[in-house]
């Protein structure tokens, strides 16, 4: 239940976690490629003929890399719509939020900066639910610590991907192999932390505002009821 200025979080919430469950597939599919590009330059070092098995690799690396990059901009849009929707929430909750609804998005895609300020603004909207009135006396949970360690952690082996991704010489392939298989493995706890986030402040969320409506409509009654 909510007001005209807030909106209840949990089906956009509900889309985001099914989106960034199926771009995950896709990462493991991404990792299935590397670990058959492995096994095929493993197999040329060796002096073998392994045209066939670096085409199964290449295959395999491409279907996976379209299923991910589409589901991950779909996952990236819900998310990305979610922390919008919480954090004009939040905003409604309490004034001591500096970060704006549309600047906690944008914050994603400004360089250096972006390291830092999403989160800030997540953790003032996490605060202001639990304690509208204190944010400030409210720490920030260990979820939400822990996703960001994985966010970060999986930018960075993204980008040690996309520079080995140049080199021509098969160590590079295999080498870029392996942390294509490590941000596998990572996104794996960088997904369930993310949900728990999305699940647990949707949650808390709603109900803060469900409150709030059903004590400004006693508040309207006993006013009406006074005239």
């Known amino acids: 239940m909510t007001d005209g200025r807030t909106k209840d979080p949990r089906p956009i919430g509900r889309v985001a976690i099914a989106l960034i469950w199926v771009a995950l ?46 589901t991950l901009v779909l996952a990236a849009g819900a998310v990305l719509r979610w922390i919008y929707i919480v954090n004009r929430n939040a905003h409604a ?42 944010p400030e006396d409210v720490g920030v949970p260990p979820i939400l610590r822990w996703w960001w360690a994985f966010w970060l952690l999986s930018l960075a082996l993204d980008n040690v991907t996309l520079r080995l991704a140049d080199g021509r010489d098969g160590a590079s392939a295999v080498t870029g192999a392996w942390v294509t298989i490590a941000g596998a493995v990572i996104a794996v706890p960088l997904t369930a932390t993310l949900t728990a986030v999305i699940l647990q402040l949707s949650r808390r969320q709603n109900a803060v505002l469900a409150r709030r409506t059903i004590s400004r409509f006693h508040m309207f009654g006993w006013q009406h009821r006074a005239r």
């Open 93 to 134: 909750l309490s004034t001591a939020l500096r970060i704006t609804p549309l600047w906690s998005v944008l914050w994603f895609f400004v360089p250096v900066a972006g390291l830092i300020r999403p989160f800030t603004a997540l953790s003032q909207c996490w605060r202001a639910t639990i304690a509208p009135a204190a």
């Open 25 to 70: 597939l896709g990462r493991i599919g991404l990792a299935a490629g590397a670990l058959a590009t492995i096994a095929a330059q493993d197999a040329l070092a060796r002096g073998d003929a392994a045209t066939d098995a670096l085409a199964t690799a290449s295959s395999i690396t491409d279907a996976a890399a379209l299923v991910y990059l589409a």
